[in-house]
């Protein structure tokens, strides 16, 4: 327990938040230490990227581009082996319900 452990090692609850609290030297000691702690990075951390260039901006847009126009072909490829199934099975359907009538 949290208490035993203070009383056996001669802290009282004063002493205790004297410690965690900060002080003029630096920042407080113990599991949370200064307050900004978790709000800066270190400046290896800060790293922004690096600004790009007119060329390297249009060579990513005709990328994009081109990559956009592959797409759409292959979905409008996509679609047509689908309704050229769909009308090969349709009259397949039609054909037996003919025959079976």
């Known amino acids: 327990m949290p208490g035993e452990y203070q009383r056996a090692n001669g802290l009282e609850?004063?002493?205790?938040?004297?410690?965690m609290q900060e002080d003029e030297a630096?920042?407080?000691?113990?599991?949370?230490?200064?307050?900004?702690?978790?709000?800066?990075?270190?400046?290896f951390e800060q790293r922004e990227k690096p600004a790009t260039s007119a060329e390297e901006r249009a060579a990513k847009a005709e990328k994009r581009r081109l990559e956009a126009e592959?797409?759409?072909?292959?979905?409008k490829a996509a679609d047509d082996a689908f309704r050229a199934n769909f009308e090969r099975l349709k009259a397949e359907r039609l054909a037996r319900e003919a025959t079976n009538s």
């Open 13 to 19: 609850r004063q002493d205790i938040s004297t410690v």
């Open 70 to 75: 592959q797409a759409i072909r292959e979905r």
């Open 26 to 43: 630096g920042p407080a000691s113990g599991n949370f230490g200064s307050p900004d702690a978790l709000i800066w990075m270190h400046p």
